[in-house]
Nanobody, 121 residues
Framework: QVQLVESGGGLVQAGGSLRLSCAASGRTLSSYVMGWFRQAPGKEREIVAAISWGGGSTHYADSVKGRFTISRDNAKNTVYLQMNSLKPGDTAVYYC??????????????WGQGTQVTVSS
């Protein structure tokens, strides 16, 4: 079983950038497909980005393509989400998640506790 802890959330103005990190413990990160999800108030949780075990394949939601980049450093057991050109609509709680299947699916096996991202206009 893997434990996931997110960090890097906060308040940023529209057009700004943030980098989220997700540190894994318990099992090596390379055993998992990793994903970032988000959930805004009153909305369903949605997948934002996902990356395969070695990082060779990625997937992005249409709403973030060209603005967000997912990456991973298996040696550091960490996955990242670089978020640029942030919009107020990106405001949500962002969750890191781990799974064993590719392509990405809506339900992952393991979840972090989430980190709040707020984008002001």
């Amino acid at each position: 079983q893997v434990q996931l802890v997110e960090s890097g959330g906060g308040l940023v103005q529209a057009g700004g950038s943030l980098r989220l990190s997700c540190a894994a413990s318990g099992r090596t990160l390379s055993s998992y497909v990793m994903g970032w999800f988000r959930q805004a108030p009153g909305k369903e949780r949605e997948i934002v980005a996902a990356i395969s075990w070695g990082g060779g394949s990625t997937h992005y939601a249409d709403s973030v393509k060209g603005r967000f980049t997912i990456s991973r450093d298996n040696a550091k057991n960490t996955v990242y989400l670089q978020m640029n050109s942030l919009k107020p609509g990106d405001t949500a709680v962002y969750y890191c998640a781990a799974d064993t299947r590719w392509p990405p699916r809506p339900e992952y096996d393991y979840w972090g506790q989430g980190t709040q991202v707020t984008v002001s206009s």
